[in-house]
């Protein structure tokens, strides 16, 4: 008798347990991203630079500027919180008119003043990403209030109108705080508020922030009072999952409405299959082999030239990226103003010998290839060291963490590398500045960035970037753009391989999501759920 | 305890800081200019030489400041206070699974050694051992979750509900003291599948150690005493043989402890649980000194304290033991 209410009890208690588990839908006003959220550090505006943290950021602050969202994101430039601007005679002197009647979350109207304090509140931080905009606007001195819905902003060069937005476009820098609210929260030790901003929001987006516990969640709800009417949804909900796998089995299940960061092996699973869609965008992300010029024998361009067509840029997009990559040469990538639509090398081992026999080295070398041991950047490698093992060249792979690869890279100390670059703001001389402009490989370098760490000096094509940097003719600009792109791919110190899609699934039932090259500009505005 | 946990960090903070590898490169995306990373390099003390630096940390140790998290740009005491409950909870409720499947598995081994049971109990055991905890984990999310959908899936509660005020830390005990019983039934069922993934590794350990000293003690003449005094099966099992056995299972249960803590790891990963595992997972992966340092030390203090309370475990289990 003891041994069966035991028994009975027992099932009881496992029942209970997990019988009547029921499996609640997601709410339909409530949008649940299921995604590797761990790089989040803070929120505030003025440090952020990852994907992520802009992703999250975008949906809480506005700026002077915006783009158009979705596919043809950035083509053309829209009014933000200013619905005007003009430019002075000089080309110098820009002033924006605020549109009136914005609102922050706090309930304060959006005023020049606010504007000044948030440009100059990001200098004096001076957080890694102050680069975008010190490089033209150095000053708090260059920012000006004009009266309470005008501000003038000074650049030190002038700038046409397509970079001028990309860089006041830009997310976290660019962005509007509530200065009345972050001022209640600065002390003496801390003047800006950084403590407290990189928790709270005082923005003015769509959404404003009720919830962010570290390795956990992220939880916006709609802001009301938003200048442009309150968004469709009511909630936004970023579920902490770094785990690929389990955010797959979520989605499956319904306990999330997206899926941020599956393979592509895991999306493949889902196309086709019903109450899914998969959302693909080419990146602007830009993966490539770069051999240092600075390091014999990669000084020769017939070196360098060879490995470019000795890499099978066919089996790493279809073998490694599973199909889920755009090929592409240039360092402009796949949809931006200025991309150069080129594909100079393909794999012609023949080629390859024989430019590697002009430049000297008949029966190949020995070189260390550098790369981080994550997926797939490691298939990468792997399958350029198989290519160069073809025309005798062995490469000995060195797999290390992100932090030591990119101490080796800076202090220009690798042979070879495998990485990625992404894009910093809406404007091919965001890319131009750090693939083609080096003057001198030194410690006193203006730019010490790609081609820099490269050391890739070519005067000729540096002062070619600079011109361009000043044409303002959109036209003659975006044509300089692509004479320097060519160059880079002839003479330069990389291969490039190919952009990567962007892929998101999204249940059937969430409406209305289009994604940008730049996935962090995703707007959640407009999207909605039918059920 | 205290030498014991001051060395662990020495020893933590000089392999973290040999290292050739640069936390703040790290930190920073790939496009950040050199001026930045410079500027950084100072503001976390990294351009001071090492024994300056080891200095400096002693310190502020001394005055319970951990330092600041290069990677969180939080006190890293502070991280640690908000990343160790759910691991202590995690750990707390697979002890309890791999305690309450390992030991009846050990006493019906021992008790039918050699039968297919012994068999079957080992075999179950032995699988815990061998098979890595994110594999485990995921294997379970599949059937679980996945295909029957028995159980929740990851997470410490379900997306749309709102975590109980903290008080102290532990989901199911917060959502308890506030009275809030759905938030506390949910957040029982999201334990299950995590903690029975890092409960099985220990499975094996208890099981194999309970099973051979259970069937020592069987022999011993006290044992055949009981037995010819007339007194029930259960009661010899139980009261005289049970209660001997179990001085060598809590030694190992002691130190399994240390191995949850390595498997939770893994598992906080796969079940998306907001713990320490992961943050120092992280940390060490963002080459972040001062919160490697940190979870160093809260991992041997951990350890220290298990093996204290099995030392005290003895002294109730066996009167001839007694600590002065």
């Known amino acids: ?531 | 305890m205290v030498v014991v946990i001051l060395g662990v960090m020495t020893i933590a903070f000089f392999i973290s800081r040999v290292i050739p590898a640069n936390p703040v490169a790290a930190m920073l995306p790939p496009q950040a200019p050199p001026e930045a990373i410079e500027k950084a390099e100072k503001k976390w003390g990294l351009d001071k030489p090492i024994h300056m630096q080891y200095v400096a940390f002693i310190t502020k140790l001394f005055q319970g400041d951990l330092g600041t998290s290069i990677r969180t740009r939080r006190p890293v005491l502070d991280d640690l206070r908000r990343t160790l409950p759910a691991t202590i909870e995690l750990t707390i409720v697979s002890l309890v699974f791999g305690v309450g499947i390992g030991l009846p598995l050990g006493i019906i081994s021992a008790v039918r050694n050699g039968k297919i049971s012994d068999h079957l109990s080992r075999i179950f055991a032995i699988m815990g051992l061998s098979m890595p905890a994110f594999w485990t984990g995921i294997l379970l999310l599949l059937v679980f979750y996945y295909t029957l959908g028995l159980l929740p899936g990851p997470g410490q509660l379900p997306a749309y509900m709102t975590r109980p005020p903290r008080i102290t830390g532990l989901i199911t005990l917060d959502s308890a003291l506030a009275g809030n019983w759905a938030a506390f039934w949910s957040g029982v069922r999201h334990l299950i599948l995590p903690a029975f993934t890092l409960g099985w590794l220990s499975t094996a350990a208890i099981t194999r150690i309970a099973r051979s000293s259970m069937l020592d003690v069987m022999n011993e003449n006290y044992i055949q005493t009981a037995r010819m005094k007339g007194l029930r099966e259960s009661t010899v099992l139980l009261k005289h043989g049970l209660k001997n056995a179990l001085i060598p299972t809590i030694t190992v249960i002691g130190l399994r402890i240390a191995s949850l803590l390595e498997g939770a790891v893994l598992t906080e990963t796969v079940f998306s649980w907001p713990g320490l595992g992961r943050y120092s997972t992280n940390s060490f992966l963002a080459v972040d000194f001062p919160a490697v340092v940190g979870a160093a030390m809260v991992f041997a203090f951990l350890y220290s304290f298990s093996n204290l309370i099995v030392d005290l475990i003895y002294a109730y289990l066996d009167p001839r033991i007694r600590y002065s």
């Open chain 1, 1 to 531: 008798m003891k041994k069966l209410s035991f028994v009975l009890v027992l099932s009881l208690l496992i029942f209970g347990l997990i019988g009547f588990s029921s499996f609640a839908k997601t709410p339909k006003d409530n949008l649940i991203i299921g995604m590797d959220t761990s790089i989040i550090v803070d929120l505030d505006p003025a440090r952020s630079y990852e994907l992520v943290t802009n992703l999250v950021i975008e949906q809480l602050y506005d700026g002077l500027v915006d783009f158009e969202g979705g596919e043809d994101a950035f083509k053309t430039i829209e009014p933000g919180l200013a619905k005007t601007w003009d430019v002075s005679d000089d080309g110098l002197t820009w002033t924006f008119h605020l549109r009136k009647g914005a609102k922050f979350h706090s309930g304060n109207e959006v005023t020049a003043e606010d504007v000044v304090y948030s440009f100059t509140r990001a200098l004096e931080l001076d957080f890694a990403p102050i680069w975008m905009l010190n490089q033209f606007v150095p000053s708090p001195d260059n920012i000006e209030k004009v009266d309470e819905y005008t501000v003038s902003i000074t650049t030190n060069t002038k700038l046409p109108e397509r970079l001028m937005a990309a860089i006041m476009g830009v997310q976290g820098i660019g962005f509007v705080v509530d200065k009345e609210v972050v001022e209640s929260h600065a002390t003496e030790e801390d003047p800006w508020a950084y403590d407290w901003l990189q928790r709270n929001d005082a923005g003015s987006g769509p959404f404003e922030l009720v919830e962010w516990s570290k390795n956990e969640r992220v939880v916006m709800k709609a802001f009301e009072g938003y200048w442009e009417g309150a968004p469709e949804l009511n909630k936004l909900t970023m579920l902490s999952m770094p785990e690929r796998t389990s955010q797959k089995f979520s989605l499956s299940k319904g306990d999330v409405d997206m899926a941020w960061d599956l393979l592509p092996n895991q999306v493949e699973d889902f196309r086709g299959r019903e109450g899914f869609e998969i959302i693909e965008q080419p990146a602007w992300d830009i993966t490539y082999l770069a051999m240092n010029i600075g390091q014999e024998p990669f000084d020769n361009v017939k070196v360098r030239k060879a490995i470019k067509y000795a890499i099978n840029y066919e089996a790493i997009i279809d073998g490694i990226m599973d199909g889920a990559a755009t090929p592409g040469q240039s360092f402009v990538p796949f949809g931006m103003a200025g991309y150069l639509d080129k594909i100079m090398y393909e794999q012609d081992l023949d080629k390859a010998k024989e430019l590697l026999e002009e430049a000297g080295y008949p029966d190949g070398f020995e070189a260390q290839l550098l790369c981080q041991p994550t997926s797939p950047r490691k298939e990468i490698a792997t399958q350029i060291q198989q290519d160069l093992r073809g025309i005798g060249i062995s490469a000995n792979i060195k797999q290390v963490v992100a932090s030591q690869m990119y101490e080796t890279y800076r202090a220009q100390e690798h042979e070879m590398i495998v990485a990625g670059w992404g894009v910093d703001y809406a404007d091919a001389q965001s890319l131009t500045m750090p693939f083609a402009h080096c003057r001198t490989a030194s410690d006193d370098a203006a730019v010490q960035q790609l081609a820099w760490r490269n050391m890739a000096v070519n005067p000729e094509l540096t002062d070619l970037v600079e011109e361009a940097n000043k044409e303002m003719n959109s036209e003659k600009r975006l044509e300089m753009f692509k004479e320097i792109q060519e160059r880079v791919m002839d003479w330069g110190p990389f291969a490039i391989m190919f952009y990567p899609l962007n892929q998101v699934i999204i249940k059937d039932n969430v409406k209305n999501l289009k994604l940008p090259p730049n996935d962090s500009y995703l707007e959640f505005f407009d999207v909605y759920k039918t059920s």
